[in-house]
């Protein structure tokens, strides 16, 4: 990385409508200290351009056709999540909830001086928070959103890890009750601070417990390592690509996109 490189953050615009992406990347080029790597018209296209891209910063719309801005939270590799700024029409409750969790939200439509109160707020943000804390921050984010009472978001903050007697399903508590995910269905987990995303069809359950505890209940066979928080299984990739820098990208057949870094690149092995 050049020093002209990290004097940069390096952005992803995400929204559905053309104008409003053509628009935020015009008033975006007035800052020297960002630049845009790619425009996403959808949360598929997003997760792509994030997982090779690996971007500084991006700018979310909520309400797209498909999958939500919130839900594409959810399907970003922790280790590679990016900051979010959230961009909304909503000017109700649930801006407080994005203030409190996301680096920032923007109200379309969005004013010069927000905007760069925005940047700001994100290139302090930088150097200071790591992208597990991060995701764990979203996490309470999308608790938040989901309208749980605070006693029931406390029983699952403080619910003690689950331990499974079947080896083919694990005992998911969320608040008051407990969800059985068979673990074939699985397809694919990521850590994030003091919890566990497991990413079920397109659904993500999220546990309180550690990613060696998880890793223990998992077949090796069907479960593999490919990042020091992500773990997939083996029978949902389709699809593995090559870079220049020795990495890897899976495609998975969720439609999720993964990178494998180079300490874990003797995995490879695996998908064959």
Same mark, same amino acid.
């Given at each position: 990385?050049?020093?002209?490189? &990290?004097?940069?953050?390096?952005?992803?615009?995400?929204?559905?409508? $053309?104008?409003?992406?053509?628009? !935020?990347?015009?008033? !975006?080029?007035?800052?020297?200290?960002?630049?845009? %790597?790619?425009?996403?018209?959808?949360?598929?296209?997003? /997760?792509?351009?994030?997982?090779?891209? =690996?971007?500084? !910063?991006?700018?979310?719309?909520?309400?797209?056709?498909?999958? @939500?801005?919130?839900?594409?939270?959810?399907?970003?590799? &922790?280790?590679?999540?990016?900051?979010?700024?959230?961009?909304?029409?909503?000017? &109700?409750? +649930?801006?407080?909830?994005?203030?409190?969790? +996301?680096?920032?939200?923007? /109200?379309?439509?969005?004013?010069?001086?927000?905007?760069? $109160?925005?940047? $700001?707020?994100?290139?302090?943000? #930088?150097?200071?928070?790591?992208?597990?804390?991060?995701?764990?921050?979203?996490?309470? /984010?999308?608790?938040? !959103?989901?309208?749980?009472?605070?006693?029931?978001?406390? =029983? /699952?903050?403080?619910?003690?890890?689950?331990?499974?007697?079947?080896?083919?399903?694990?005992?998911?508590?969320?608040?008051?009750?407990?969800?059985?995910?068979?673990? #074939?269905?699985?397809?694919?987990?990521?850590?994030?601070?003091?919890?566990?995303? %497991?990413? %079920?069809?397109?659904? @993500?359950?999220?546990?309180?417990?550690?990613?060696?505890?998880?890793?223990? #209940?998992?077949?090796?066979?069907?479960?593999?390592?490919?990042?020091?928080? @992500?773990?997939?299984?083996?029978?949902?990739? =389709?699809?593995?690509?090559?870079?220049?820098?020795? $990495?890897?990208?899976?495609?998975?057949?969720?439609? &999720?996109?993964? #990178?494998?870094?180079?300490?874990?690149?003797?995995?490879?092995?695996?998908?064959?």
């Amino acid at each position: 990385m050049t020093d002209n490189d &990290s004097n940069k953050m390096k952005a992803i615009i995400v929204d559905d409508e $053309e104008l409003a992406r053509q628009g !935020l990347e015009m008033r !975006l080029s007035a800052f020297d200290n960002v630049e845009i %790597v790619k425009c996403c018209a959808n949360a598929k296209e997003a /997760l792509q351009a994030i997982a090779e891209l =690996e971007p500084d !910063l991006v700018f979310l719309d909520i309400q797209m056709p498909g999958k @939500t801005g919130v839900e594409m939270i959810r399907e970003i590799q &922790s280790d590679i999540l990016p900051m979010i700024i959230f961009v909304t029409a909503y000017d &109700s409750f +649930a801006v407080d909830a994005f203030e409190m969790h +996301a680096i920032d939200y923007l /109200l379309k439509p969005v004013e010069n001086e927000r905007l760069a $109160e925005s940047i $700001e707020k994100a290139w302090q943000h #930088k150097s200071q928070v790591g992208a597990a804390s991060e995701k764990q921050r979203l996490l309470n /984010l999308l608790v938040s !959103l989901t309208g749980k009472s605070p006693i029931a978001i406390g =029983e /699952l903050l403080d619910a003690e890890d689950q331990s499974t007697e079947h080896a083919d399903r694990l005992a998911i508590k969320d608040g008051s009750s407990i969800t059985f995910v068979p673990i #074939k269905d699985i397809d694919w987990v990521d850590a994030a601070g003091d919890y566990m995303c %497991v990413h %079920v069809d397109g659904a @993500t359950h999220i546990m309180r417990t550690t990613m060696k505890e998880l890793e223990s #209940k998992l077949d090796p066979s069907i479960f593999q390592r490919v990042h020091r928080s @992500t773990i997939v299984n083996l029978r949902r990739v =389709e699809k593995v690509s090559s870079h220049i820098n020795g $990495e890897f990208h899976l495609t998975l057949s969720c439609g &999720s996109s993964l #990178k494998m870094s180079r300490s874990y690149k003797e995995k490879v092995k695996h998908f064959f």
